[in-house]
């Protein structure tokens, strides 16, 4: 059978997050920048799709190739290290420290940044023959996606603060889900098949993702986009990764962890508590 016990996954959930913390500066940072492109790239494929078919549904659809690609490959979201890392650290697993998870969260980042940020300026080129030229249609459906998903949620205060804060953690909600969910089969298949669903809800709803974001902003920047680099911080990454490390370590993680790992003894039934009878005389 290529399907796993929940009490099993959860071991390897806890077990993936220890790896992490102790894993090399080098090798965090190669598979974090490569989680990033791959995922960033994933993003511009979908935008394409939409832009090319006028049907958003079909971009959902096909994005969760990225995530597939990159979770198989071994290499690493900042979303995954929220919900796995601190795990390791609640089951008080040995050398494992708030300073390795704070270590890893930013290696992440960094590495996350800096592959999708590649792709953004790689696309940008791409859609304006290296800036010779205005946009093609892909290009200015990357550069106004920005605007609403800032100024969008700026325009609403603190009602828009919440909600972008909500979206985000719907969003790590999901794709935690997924990678979890790839733990879940021991075969390839059945792990693609697993992570394909979660990833897809969370891509077709508009949900925030900072990494996808770190993508789609940077690009939307470069294309021409009206909104700044300090209205992409504040209504847009920080609220975003906030809400990722909620959603993540909340939803999925801290649940998991209580159920499966840390399972509580079963009921007895009623009729097992009850005194036995005495006869009368």
């Not at 494929?45 to 832009?51: E, G, L, N």
């Not at 879940?184 to 992570?195: F, L, N, Q, R």
């Not at 959603?247 to 790992?261: E, Q």
Request: hydrophobic share 55%.
């Amino acid at each position: 059978m290529s399907y796993v016990n929940p009490s099993d996954f959860a071991k390897k959930m806890i077990d993936a997050g220890e790896a992490k913390v102790f894993m090399s500066t080098k090798d965090t940072l190669i598979r974090a920048y490569m989680a990033g492109a791959i995922l960033a790239l994933a993003a511009a494929f979908a935008v394409t799709v939409t832009v090319n078919t006028g049907d958003p549904l079909i971009g959902a659809l096909l994005f969760p190739v990225g995530f597939c690609m990159l979770y198989l490959l071994g290499f690493d979201l900042l979303t995954g290290v929220f919900t796995l890392v601190p795990l390791a650290l609640i089951d008080k697993r040995r050398g494992v420290t708030m300073q390795g998870l704070w270590r890893n969260w930013g290696l992440v980042f960094a590495g996350n940044f800096a592959g999708a940020f590649t792709v953004a300026v790689f696309m940008a080129i791409i859609v304006t023959f290296g800036f010779s030229e205005a946009p093609n249609a892909v290009g200015e459906k990357i550069g106004h996606i920005g605007e609403g998903r800032t100024l969008g949620y700026a325009a609403h205060g603190a009602a828009g603060m919440l909600t972008l804060f909500v979206r985000a953690v719907m969003c790590n909600w999901m794709v935690s889900t997924g990678v979890v969910a790839a733990m879940m089969s021991t075969s390839v298949s059945g792990k693609i098949m697993a992570m394909w669903m979660p990833i897809l809800v969370f891509f077709y709803m508009g949900f925030e993702h900072s990494i996808v974001n770190m993508f789609l902003f940077p690009a939307g920047l470069l294309l021409g986009g009206n909104f700044t680099i300090m209205d992409y911080l504040i209504w847009n990454e920080i609220p975003t990764v906030l809400g990722n490390l909620v959603g993540g370590l909340t939803f999925v993680g801290a649940m998991i962890y209580a159920t499966h790992h840390k399972t509580s003894p079963a009921r007895v039934p009623a009729e097992e508590t009850q005194p036995l009878a005495v006869p009368a005389e």
